[in-house]
């Protein structure tokens, strides 16, 4: 069993930045593959960025290429999402997931734990 909380969220204006936090509970944070999703008002949930377990090979939608980053810290069991030159279009729920096994990183239902998410409201 994972638990997953996370933190940072925030307003922000456009152009700015914000680092999300995820931490995990448990003992096994490195065996799993970690994603982080966002979910619009009337959206569906969308894929923005994932990292492997050993390797931290990472994984990001275009929209957020180039702007956010994903990383983890396996002693710390936290995984982060650095977002910068954030845009309007950004302002969501960001929700951090575990996977035990995945073959596609964007896919939600290969995630078995989600955290409650965090909102981002960017200001145009």
């Known amino acids: 069993q994972v638990q997953l909380v996370e933190s940072g969220g925030g307003l922000v204006q456009a152009g700015g930045s914000l680092r999300l936090s995820c931490a995990a509970s448990?003992?096994?944070?490195?065996?799993?593959?970690m994603g982080w999703f966002r979910q619009a008002p009337g959206k569906e949930r969308e894929f923005v960025a994932g990292?492997?377990?050993?390797?931290?090979?990472?994984y990001y939608a275009d929209s957020v290429k180039g702007r956010f980053t994903i990383s983890r810290d396996n002693a710390k069991n936290t995984v982060y999402l650095q977002m910068n030159s954030l845009k309007p279009e950004d302002t969501a729920v960001y929700y951090c997931?575990?996977?035990?096994?995945?073959?596609?990183?964007?896919?939600?239902?290969?995630?078995?734990?989600w955290g409650q998410g965090t909102q981002v409201t960017v200001s145009s």
């Open positions: 448990g003992r096994t944070f490195s065996s799993y593959s």
């Open positions: 997931a575990a996977a035990s096994t995945i073959r596609h990183y964007g896919t939600p239902s290969q995630y078995n734990y």
């Open positions: 990292i492997s377990q050993i390797v931290y090979t990472t």
